[in-house]
């Protein structure tokens, strides 16, 4: 399920052009276009979820599965090992959350 409004679902079509760092069945992964951080990309699963808020138990599988996905992409990206290196993972949910894309999505940042 795609909302064909939505900037992240475009780009997950391919309606919008994007440096890919991942793509599987679920997950689509890529570099964020104004990084707060030398490592910084996007995380976002191919359904549309509008938030953290609309979060389900049905979405266990696909909530475990981006954040065990976050770490080996971490590194490949060029984030430094535990415990020495390392890197955040965010999201923002609504309005008062900073959400400014209304479609679930974990920035994952890091680097020196």
């Given at each position: 399920?795609?909302?064909?409004?939505?900037?992240?679902?475009?780009?997950?079509?391919?309606?919008?052009?994007?440096?890919?760092?991942?793509?599987?069945?679920?997950?689509?992964?890529?570099?964020?276009?104004a990084?707060?951080?030398?490592?910084?990309?996007?995380?976002?699963?191919?359904?549309?979820?509008?938030?953290?808020?609309?979060?389900?138990?049905?979405?266990?599988?696909?909530?475990?599965?981006?954040?065990?996905?976050?770490?080996?992409l971490?590194?490949?990206?060029?984030?430094?090992?535990?415990?020495?290196?390392?890197y955040?993972?965010?999201?923002?949910?609504?309005?008062?959350?900073?959400?400014?894309?209304?479609?679930?999505?974990?920035?994952?940042?890091?680097?020196?």
């Open positions: 399920m795609q909302d064909p409004n939505c900037l992240f679902c475009k780009i997950i079509a391919g309606k919008i052009p994007s440096k890919k760092v991942y793509e599987d069945e679920h997950v689509y992964a890529f570099h964020d276009i990084p707060w951080a030398p490592i910084h990309f996007l995380m976002v699963p191919k359904l549309h979820i509008p938030s953290m808020a609309q979060i389900t138990p049905e979405n266990s599988a696909l909530m475990g599965h981006l954040l065990a996905l976050a770490p080996k971490a590194l490949e990206q060029g984030c430094r090992p535990y415990p020495e290196g390392g955040r993972i965010v999201t923002n949910t609504g309005a008062e959350g900073g959400q400014e894309v209304h479609h679930l999505h974990f920035h994952v940042m890091g680097g020196p």
